[in-house]
């Protein structure tokens, strides 16, 4: 079964820094890779996903993340994070039986 | 543009209680799924639900719990006694077409609290 790991339990940046969130996944098929933003008590966002095609994917709210199939990882990139950034994010791939496994997040936490 | 909606945001009940959290989900979609999060731990899979039967579920997902899909827009999860350890937020998600290429989209949750 396919699985994920997050390295980063907790990443604190400045506003204003670059961010990047590492992903590595384990699967044995082309994977299809998505990155979700959880908010405190809130549920599951969308950023961004990768299924084929170009590498570097764009997603919502100036983030992007890029796929390195030699390296197995999909990791989330922004070049100037902001306050509002600050919240739970989790790395998940999908394999061909429907299931999603999630890695166990990265808490980003923004100083002033 | 629709989303996935979960009823109710919180549920407190009583150890050995019966449970039943609803979902509505994106209404042209096919697939629907259950996910888990104990506080402070991953979201963990709990079960895919396709064409009115399971498609898949995970070791979590043991006979305490069912799914139905009532009529055409609910989707439940009951838990027929609930433990201590299914206090979690539990995620709704759908997703519109057969092949894993396509987004599950995620409904805001709900706490479920077991005393």
């Known amino acids: 079964a396919q699985s994920v790991t997050q390295p980063d339990i907790h990443i604190t940046v400045s506003e204003g820094a670059s961010l990047e969130l590492r992903c590595n996944y384990s699967?044995?098929?082309?994977?299809?890779l998505f990155w979700y933003v959880q908010s405190p008590g809130q549920g599951l966002q969308l950023l961004l996903k990768?299924?084929?095609?170009?590498?570097l994917v764009q997603g919502i709210k100036g983030f992007e993340a890029e796929f390195k199939r030699s390296q197995s990882s999909f990791n989330l990139r922004k070049p100037s994070v902001h306050w509002s950034d600050a919240a739970e994010y989790f790395c998940a791939v999908a394999g061909n039986n429907n299931d999603m496994r999630f890695g166990a997040g990265t808490r980003l936490t923004v100083k002033p | 543009e629709p989303e996935v909606t979960q009823t109710p945001s919180h549920q407190v009940t009583q150890m050995g209680q019966e449970v039943i959290l609803r979902c509505v989900p994106i209404s042209n979609h096919l697939y629907f799924y259950w996910y888990r999060q104990i506080l402070g731990q991953k979201v963990e899979f709990l079960v895919s639900f396709y064409n009115n039967e399971i498609s898949e579920k995970s070791e979590i997902f043991d006979d305490q719990f069912s799914v139905e899909r009532p009529d055409g827009s609910n989707f439940t999860l009951k838990i027929r006694s609930t433990k201590l350890e299914d206090s979690a937020m539990y995620f709704c998600a759908s997703k519109g077409r057969g092949a894993s290429m396509d987004t599950q989209y995620f409904g805001p949750g709900t706490r479920l609290t077991v005393l």
């Open positions: 699967y044995g098929a082309t994977p299809y």
């Open positions: 990768y299924f084929s095609g170009d590498t």
